[in-house]
């Protein structure tokens, strides 16, 4: 059976910690693992649009002496003439030694996985959830922060469909000392399920506000992410709540010097341009790491050790 990740619970705590650890040997010694892929083969399925996920894969392959192949939209793919994901997948698996895959339905990957027996990678599925940029965010914040517990961090914006938080909160909850605190508009809270799985069942305690300047004070790290146009049923509910939070430099006065602003993104207008000048915008840090701990994960899912 091939290994696959499909959510972030699939890996321990070991495990992830090991998958930083070779990332960050990586970024210091790339020289040393630019053929461990040689002659591997990447498909990136992508049934929804990306940018950085789909691009920091097949760098991550191509820095690794692999290939890829792939699509980048259902329109180009046999999906447009009514082909089943499961066939789609069981297709791919002739071609290439694993598969990263997004789609806009929650649960398609692991039904991708059913039928295939290559390794799967789920790419955000839906409003559900999204693996690889949790690992990216755990990279990030131990770069930044030289540690992956007992910090108080936030999580803004879109939380109801923010798949990206809920994988991140699923992670951060099996590690020590974690502050939760969300920040959304009522409509868009953290979903219940999430509460229950990463939070209550463990006895860890959060704090829900709407109110971003007056949490601001206490954070080590904001998590900002963007009002999902995609993922609402009415454009009126979109259009009212889309500017509900716009982080700019007045609004982190109060904030702590060493605070980390993260942002899995795009961002629409969620951060103001001249955010990014400031030290604590980790964001285009955070992007930069989504390639090197993509790296190490296809390293490990086809078993391969440098
Ligand atoms: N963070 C993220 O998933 O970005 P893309 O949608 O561009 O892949």
Redesign the pocket.
Known sequence: MARNLIDIVDFSVEEINELIAVAEDIIENPVKYQDACAHKQLATLFFE??????LSFESAMLSLGGSVLGFSSASSSSTAKGETVGDTVRTVGCYADIIAMRHPKEGAPIAAAQVCDIPIINA?DGGHC?PT?TLTDLLTIHREKGRLDNFTVGFCGDLKFGR?VHSLVNALSRYEGINFVFISPVELKLPRYVKEEALKKKGISYVQTTDLESVMPDLDILYMTRVQRERFFNEEDYLRLKDSYILNPEKLVNAKPDLSILH???RVNEITVDVDKDPRAAYWRQVACGKYIRMALILKLLGIEV
């Open positions: 649009p990306s940018t950085r996920t789909r955000g999204h940029q990206t899995p993104l795009p």
